[in-house]
């Protein structure tokens, strides 16, 4: 006995379903990761910047 075409449709709609929920979650796996990397660069950058500016100072006290 062939399937009936509701069954076929239903599956296919399931398998739609499960292949865009992953696509959705990837992407958004993908985007939280590119915030964290761009938070984690600032956090870089600033903690860089205060390295230098306490080294400066450092060295302005010594010279001084």
Partial sequence: MPPS???LISFF???WL?????S?????RRFSSRLS???NQKARSRRLRYEF???A???RYKDG
């Fill in 18 to 22: 499960i292949r865009a929920g992953t």
């Fill in 53 to 55: 500016i306490k080294r």
């Fill in 37 to 39: 990397q761009d938070v």
């Fill in 24 to 28: 959705v979650k990837f992407d958004l």
């Fill in 13 to 15: 709609l399931g398998l």
């Fill in 57 to 59: 100072g450092a060295r």
């Fill in 5 to 7: 075409p509701v069954s």
